[in-house]
Nanobody, 123 residues
Framework: QVQLVESGGGLVQAGGSLRLSCAAS????????MGWFRQAPGKEREFVAA????????YYAESVKGRFTISRDNVKNTVYLQMNSLKPEDTAVYYC????????????????WGQGTQVTVSS
């Protein structure tokens, strides 16, 4: 059974930075493209960023392009999200999952979600 443990969230002022981590176990991590999603209060979960199995290709939602960077370490079975120039609208719970791409949109692959990590950006 897959396990996903997100960490690294916190409270930060607008313009600040955070680095999120997601440790995965229970699957052969390096086989999967991985991604980050977020869910703000009262809103649906949305795609943020994805990275292919090798780390050679990355993809971003328009709202975070140029500010966020996704990366992975297949030895540590961990995917990261470096978030710079944070804005109040980035406030959400952030989750990771394996991802699949369909019609230029990224979707979570697994039905399981971790507990997420809360990111709060104050103005």
């Amino acid at each position: 059974q897959v396990q996903l443990v997100e960490s690294g969230g916190g409270l930060v002022q607008a313009g600040g930075s955070l680095r999120l981590s997601c440790a995965a176990s229970g699957r052969t991590f390096s086989r999967y493209s991985m991604g980050w999603f977020r869910q703000a209060p009262g809103k649906e979960r949305e795609f943020v960023a994805a990275i292919d199995w090798s780390g050679g290709s990355t993809y971003y939602a328009e709202s975070v392009k140029g500010r966020f960077t996704i990366s992975r370490d297949n030895v540590k079975n961990t995917v990261y999200l470096q978030m710079n120039s944070l804005k109040p609208e980035d406030t959400a719970v952030y989750y990771c999952n394996a991802v699949v791409s369909m019609r230029s949109t990224w979707y979570p692959k697994w039905n399981y979600w971790g507990q997420g990590t809360q990111v709060t950006v104050s103005s």
